[in-house]
């Protein structure tokens, strides 16, 4: 595994990351309209040492973003790593950027809010006893939670 992740197959990678970054920017930009102006912020011409309190207004600035304009940045961020991991690892673009509907990206949605979700009784139960599934599966051959319901 470290000869994929070593100073030579990153560098091969950056394009991509480039691009993909890209993409999300556009993406982002139809999101919030063409009434926003770049907030980016301008460092000063000779900033004094330890002048962090101008940075940290010129960072939080939300100056040009409409109100009502929401991005779900965690969706976003899933969407762009898959595709950014699609076209590094296997040459292939997902394009969950443009098609939220596209099955792999459909996929990973779903495992990651299955995986956000508590596991239940059921699955609380297994971990804090799991010697009494094994007991159970010995006994009747197949674990059924049928009575813990």
């Known amino acids: 595994m470290a000869p994929a992740f070593n100073s030579a197959a990153l560098k091969e990678m950056y394009p991509i990351f480039v691009q993909k970054a890209e993409e999300l920017r556009d993406c982002w930009d139809k999101i919030i309209g063409p009434s926003f102006s770049m907030p980016y912020p301008t460092p000063p011409s000779t900033p004094p040492p330890g002048d962090r309190e101008n940075d940290a207004a010129n960072l939080s600035s939300t100056k040009g973003v409409p109100s009502g304009s929401i991005v779900d940045v965690c969706d976003w961020m899933n969407r762009v790593t898959l595709d950014a991991i699609g076209l590094a690892s296997f040459g292939h673009s997902f394009d969950s950027l443009m098609d939220r509907r596209e099955e792999v990206c459909t996929a990973f ?41």
């Not at 596991?119 to 009747?140: N, Q, R, S, T, Y």
């Open 109 to 149: 949605r779903e495992m990651l809010q299955a995986a956000e979700k508590p596991p239940g009784f059921k699955g609380l139960f297994a971990l804090w006893f799991p010697i009494i599934e094994d007991i159970l599966v010995g006994w009747f051959g197949t674990m059924s939670y049928s009575f813990i319901e």
